[in-house]
């Protein structure tokens, strides 16, 4: 595109990156925190195993839903006019780059360092008479007695192989027992096997000394074929179609048939295969024939196929030195000094910037719900909410207490599915009332309502959130929740529970926007606002953070403003479909991408407004699902102080970072910032520093 010549069609394809490619993109600032040799090594470790799993994903779900679309003739193109076709090439080529960088990583520089630290991945020709000994023992038996290697023959045809699972194509020579002469077999490694063994002490050359199952395998899969000669064995791996298709239009009970779609999901469709990188190529065209894959869906990997379980070794290894410095989330003082939550709430709004302060404050408020004589209701949205949560404990507690319990548990969250039933059977068999939310919408809102009688009247107590009531991820997701007794906030709260359960007619809020109603028009509208501030000649400038950004008509409006002269800084962790700096376009548009030892999560909107600025935190990101298709809250922040301290800490706090943070060119290409002269600033370490 000339860039000396502005485009007048804010629609031109060129102006607009492609999601998918974006998505992509991310995993490749991940794995730099990898390769940064600043961070620990351990936590360098946990980054490589993040970008595998995150490139797991990609696949079983984007890269899924564009083969469907191409098996389909779907080929209407997107913002960027790029076809499914386009896109799968596209990302081939990206893949094979990442792909490569990992395992070079792997190979070259985390193995070595690892060895060094008395962290070692012996391989087989490596291994000690008595290690050898010892993982032959281990293999007799731990692992040989639920191995069940099959030949393939007329009788034995190729079987089922599920989902991301560990497998060794086998070649035989010779004939078995029943004079069948062997050509190939196959073993699959079950779930229940660990992938990566650690040897004992009296073993071990080093402190800590580990073994792939993969490797195992291969040293004694002899021993599986007796009579028979191993002329070779070589990994594989499938990855399937992970996105489960239920037309909820079409089913009386979405649970049941959510639950007969996950009994398939393992074996879906293929979309990758993952081999050896000795792997032989008429092995390897067997198995693309089989899996009905193409050259293009085949990844050879220069190690073990499933390198992402190394990450099982963290917890195993006892070296802080080679780990973040641990940290304990602050703790609200009214949970300190135990006073009632109710009664802190009642004096002024409380907020919680996770996980620099503690999630605790939110399971306290529910346990001194769940006893409280006084309350009458409790209200409540689960999306991803985690096993053996005590929030699950405290619900049902409610509900033996008589308390009116309702929770909305949203079924179709994303390889939380299974979780997601069990819980939901959980709370009804406790009396608990459960709403699956609305057909054709996933309820992705953060909320919990608490209606308790005072002085004869009825309060409503809210807490609405960025992320979700999941404890674990409280200590690794930036978030942020707010605590309110505010009328306004309370009945909008309060009607959107009603149109959750009831499936009710449209709402009038009052305070929240929520989407699929109102929060993209207020989007637009607060965005037209600040052009008409610029076109006034007053300040105008809009900064926005959050996970992702790519609805159409949004990047279109920003673009507008941008023309008018409204200054705008997007804090966008993930894929962002906005081109930057283009003249006479999105110059006055800058993004830029914080990855660090916390993952971003909170999505923060702040608008100039001439002299009055508004912010809201949401737990919608500005992307088409979560905008248009999606039960979204959308929430003020009123009280001053509380909207500086979201204003500080997570906007001019992070426009400020110079070490974690990478802008986006306008090319779609990402440059990590650097301090240079300045002095350093990590955003997530200054707030570590000011709460732990």
């Known amino acids: 595109m000339n860039r000396d010549v502005p485009p007048q069609n804010l629609k031109d394809p060129a102006l607009y990156l492609n999601r998918e490619l974006a998505q992509l993109e991310f995993n490749f600032r991940v794995l730099a925190q990898a390769e940064d040799a600043s961070v620990p090594l351990l936590e360098r470790l946990r980054y490589l ?9 990609f696949f079983e779900v984007r890269v899924a839903v564009l083969r469907e679309q191409l098996s389909l003739n779907e080929q209407r193109p997107g913002p960027d006019a790029l076809s499914p076709a386009d896109v799968l090439t596209r990302i081939r080529d990206r893949a094979l780059t990442l792909v490569k960088a990992q395992y070079d990583f792997w190979n070259l520089t985390l193995l070595p360092e690892l060895e060094r630290e008395g962290v070692r991945f012996p391989k087989r020709d490596g291994w000690t008479a008595k290690q050898r000994r010892w993982l032959q023992g281990y293999f007799r038996n731990e692992i040989l007695p639920v191995l069940s290697p099959l030949g393939l023959d007329p009788a034995h045809p190729f079987p089922r192989i599920l989902n991301k699972s560990l497998n060794l194509a086998v070649v ?9 002469e062997g050509h190939m077999a196959l073993v699959r490694a079950p779930r229940s096997l660990p992938r990566i063994i650690r040897m004992p002490a009296e073993v071990a050359e080093s402190a800590y000394d580990f073994v792939f199952l993969s490797s195992v395998l291969h040293e004694f899969m002899d021993e599986l074929f007796p009579g028979m000669q191993v002329k070779g064995s070589y990994q594989f791996r499938v990855t399937r179609n992970s996105e489960l298709v239920v037309d909820e239009d079409e089913v009386e009970n979405i649970a049941l048939a959510l639950r007969d779609e996950l009994k398939g999901r393992g074996f879906a469709k293929p979309v990758r295969l993952e081999v050896a990188d000795n792997c032989p190529k008429a092995i390897a065209d067997m198995l693309m024939q089989n899996f009905e894959l193409t050259e293009s869906e085949v990844y050879r990997c220069e190690g073990p196929v ?16 080679l780990k973040f410095p641990p940290f304990t989330p602050r703790v609200l003082s009214a949970v300190i000094e135990e006073q009632s939550l109710f009664e802190a709430i009642r004096e002024r709004d409380i907020l919680l910037h996770h996980p620099f302060e503690s999630f605790n404050a939110v399971v306290e408020l529910l346990r001194e719900a769940s006893v409280d004589p006084d309350v009458l209701a409790i209200k409540q949205t689960l999306y991803r909410v985690g096993n053996a949560s005590p929030l699950i404990d405290h619900l049902i507690e409610a509900a033996r207490q008589g308390k009116d319990v309702t929770v909305v548990v949203e079924l179709r969250a994303r390889f939380d599915e299974e979780a997601n039933l069990r819980l939901a059977n959980r709370l009804q068999e406790a009396g608990v009332q459960v709403v699956y939310g609305v057909v054709g919408y996933k309820t992705h809102a953060k909320m919990l309502l608490i209606v308790r009688r005072e002085q004869g009247a009825l309060r409503r107590y809210c807490h609405l959130s960025t992320g979700n009531y999941h404890q674990i991820t409280s200590r690794i997701y930036t978030d942020f929740g707010l605590m309110t007794a505010n009328p306004t906030i309370g009945e909008d709260a309060h009607l959107l529970f009603l149109q959750l359960s009831g499936l009710g007619p449209i709402i009038q809020l009052k305070c929240l926007l929520h989407s699929p109603f109102t929060l993209h028009k207020g989007l637009m509208e607060k965005i037209e606002r600040e052009i008409a501030h610029a076109a006034e000649g007053k300040p105008a400038r809009i900064i926005a953070k959050m996970n992702a950004l790519n609805e159409e008509r949004v990047v279109e409006q920003l673009y507008r403003a941008s023309q008018a002269g409204v200054q705008i800084d997007l804090i966008i962790r993930g894929a962002c479909t906005l081109r930057p700096g283009i003249v006479g376009v999105s110059e006055n548009v800058r993004v830029r991408s914080i990855v660090g030892r916390f993952l971003e999560h909170s999505r923060v909107y702040w608008f100039q407004n001439g002299d009055q600025p508004e912010i809201y935190c949401s737990s919608a990101d500005w992307m088409e699902r979560n905008l248009l298709r999606r039960i979204e809250t959308c929430f003020p922040i009123l009280d001053p102080k509380l909207a500086e301290r979201v204003f500080d800490e997570s906007l001019a706090n992070y426009l400020a970072d110079n070490t974690q943070a990478w802008t986006l060119e306008s090319d779609g290409s990402y440059v990590r910032m650097t301090p240079g002269d300045a002095p350093a600033h990590s955003a997530q370490q200054t707030l570590l520093a000011k709460y732990t």
């Open 49 to 57: 195993c993040i970008s595998c799993t995150n490139l797991d994903e």
């Open 172 to 180: 035989l020579k010779g004939r078995d027992a029943f004079g069948r």
């Open 306 to 321: 499933n390198v992402s379980r190394v990450g099982a070794v963290y917890d195993q290894i006892d070296r802080p030195d």
